[in-house]
């Protein structure tokens, strides 16, 4: 019996054994293994969070403390914020060539002239976090221009209030014209728009049908594409040739955004280190906000966001009475007032899908594509 207990008490230790190794060193070693890999995943994401703070910290930041006469900010936690996309510049006499839009934002003195900002959106971000609307204001709508202080001027095509008093004007302009607060402010020049589309691989777009852009002399064909880099921004500047003009640039635009969207959200860039990391310097390095806007509000705004998909996105576009041509001023757009002013009160009061609902043609299909 001795003899088998002993072969026994061998055959139960050599069970015990992985590699020669006892079971009390072999746990102990697999807890080590554990505990490396945890915290290497906590370096990863510690060393992450950090970098990203770094870029969102680099993000040049423009003073709005001068404006006055503000609308008073809306009641719940919704938020509206004012984007603007702004030529690269053509410095008037006197101004120097060698600065950017975001240095000359943040300088003592807006250069007045040297940029215009083609394109002036509302983002609405409901307060639930679930839904964001998109609302594009047309560049040659009339109405009173707000120098940087917020003091009425004279009365001009909207993308006139950015080009004459910076960022500032465009937020005094706007608010003025649709009574709500702006929480925020962010301009990206057109680089942002040439780095994303490459960063990410490429943006599809479709072309219903060919045509030409005697402007930038540029022949489109029509069918299915990718456009990255220059040929992106080619695509998302073009007016001329285009039947609606202005209009047809918006609709363009505003598609251009849903399908950029649609890769910045699809899993083969967020999945991807290094796309991602290139999508969003591509971000930071193009883009300017106001300075109430500190990194910590907007990374905790980016979270609260992380299970917004494309299409939880509209597109509208502010109501439109007609144009007509102002001597002195060229062509300009007249907003359906009454409608507008619906739509304003919709943002005020974030119900935007009550509007919706009223007006379903108002918003930008994602079937309708534009030329």
Known sequence: MARGDAR?????????????????????????TVFSVCALVLAVVTGYAYWLNSQLGNVERVDTDAIKNRPDPDEGKSLNILLLGSDEGEPQSGQSKDTTVAEDATAAKWPSGKYRSDTMMIAHISADRRSV????????????????????????????????????????????????????VAIIDWDGFRDLSSAVGGVPVTIPRAFYDPQQKIQWDAGD????????????RTRYGLEGGDFDRIARQQNF????????????????????????????????????????????????????????VSFLTAPVATTEDVPGIGNVVRLDEAKAEELFTALRDDDVGAYLRKYPDEELAAEDEIS
């Open 225 to 236: 594409q990718e456009l990255q880099g220059q040929e992106a921004l080619d695509y998302v």
């Open 257 to 312: 955004l849903r399908s950029l969207m649609q890769k910045m959200l699809d899993r083969g860039t967020t999945s991807n280190p290094v796309k991602l990391t290139r999508t969003l310097s591509a971000v930071t390095k193009n883009l300017t906000v106001d300075d109430d806007w500190d990194p910590r509000d907007m990374r905790a705004l980016a979270l609260s966001l992380r299970d917004t998909t494309a299409d939880d």
């Open 133 to 184: 609307h998109l609302v594009s204001i047309p560049r040659d709508t009339y109405t009173t221009i707000h120098d940087e202080q917020g003091d009425a001027t004279n009365e001009q095509k909207i993308n006139a209030a950015f080009s004459a008093y910076g960022p500032n004007g465009a937020i005094a302009t706007v608010e003025q014209l649709t009574g709500l607060r702006m929480a925020h």
């Open 8 to 32: 026994t008490r061998r055959q139960v230790a050599g069970k015990r054994r992985v590699g020669g190794l006892p079971f009390h060193r072999r746990h102990r070693r697999a807890l080590v």
